[in-house]
């Protein structure tokens, strides 16, 4: 089971979508992350840096995406120190932003778990380390992906481990709507059953990339889930992007979705 769960945070102002440098694509200390978010106003920084795997023997990851394993007792002290030196001003908590690797996941969460890990969230990045790290990201038009990640999705939600899923839309599907509907819903269905709101993702429409996804949005409106916004910061300065953070939200809102947790 997750630690922590959205309803332990009613009525805060919060976000858990949070990078440090240990992911090699972020900036800043991990200090500046936290001091940007009491400027900001949040009653709660969640910590989600990419997680490292207990891939094989001497295997590197083939991108700048990810923490390795000896480095997470670093970030998970530095987290607890942070959390004790700012407790006056802030809640943070410790977590990571996970993909679901079936061969992999036990083995690396037997590591992970040695450190008083609060939550994971997931963000699917890549359907599969074996497939060769192919990115739902790229632009897919076939059923067959879809599925592949929907099913990826769902099997990681089944695992209880998770706290909630990082850009749920991360998916390019650019076939058929009636298709990515279908497909889709099992997903929105599935977070709204287990009480996880829908993650907006912050850095995605900073980005101009695909998510969030309006059609996405609508799904879940139709569907009655709760929405909650994640900066996914990788630069301190990303906190305080109000004007953004504004867009983000009239995206839920216009569509007439229910945000939780906002600034
Ligand atoms: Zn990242
Ligand atoms: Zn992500």
């Keep these: 089971m997750s630690k922590i769960k959205i309803s332990d945070f009613k009525d805060k102002t919060i976000n858990m979508h949070c990078h440090t440098t240990r992911c090699r694509h972020a900036t ?16 709660v920084l969640g910590f989600s840096d990419h997680a490292p795997f207990a891939f094989e023997e001497g295997y590197e990851p083939k991108f700048r995406i990810r923490m390795k394993m000896e480095e997470f007792e670093g970030y998970a002290n530095s987290v607890m120190q942070l ?16 993909e679901y690797f079936p061969k992999y996941f036990d083995k690396s969460m037997a590591e992970i778990d040695k450190y008083p890990l609060d939550y994971l969230i997931l963000g699917q990045h890549f359907y599969d380390d074996e497939a060769g790290w192919i990115s739902p990201k790229r ?10 990640y929907v099913e990826r999705v769902l099997q990681a939600l089944d695992t209880e481990r ?18 990515y509907d279908k497909h889709m819903m099992r997903i929105v269905k599935e977070l709204k059953r287990r009480d996880m709101p829908i993650e907006v993702n ?30 996914d910061a990788h630069d301190p300065k990303e906190l305080l992007d109000f004007d953004i953070y504004e867009k983000c939200k009239r995206l839920v809102i216009e ?9």
């Design 28 to 43: 800043g200390e991990d200090r500046e992350y936290v001091e940007k978010a009491i400027e900001a106003g949040y009653d």
């Design 83 to 98: 959390r004790e030196e700012y407790k006056d001003d802030i809640e943070i908590y410790l977590g990571l932003e996970m």
């Design 139 to 148: 632009p897919w038009s076939d059923e067959e992906h879809l599925v592949m």
């Design 162 to 179: 998770f706290f909630y899923v990082a850009h749920p839309d991360i998916m390019c599907f650019t076939g058929d709507v009636e298709l």
């Design 202 to 231: 912050v850095n995605g429409y900073r980005d101009g990339l695909h998510y969030p996804s309006p059609r996405f949005i609508e799904l879940g409106v139709a569907n009655g889930n709760d929405f909650i916004i994640g900066v």
């Design 255 to 263: 569509k007439g979705g229910r945000l939780i947790n906002n600034l």
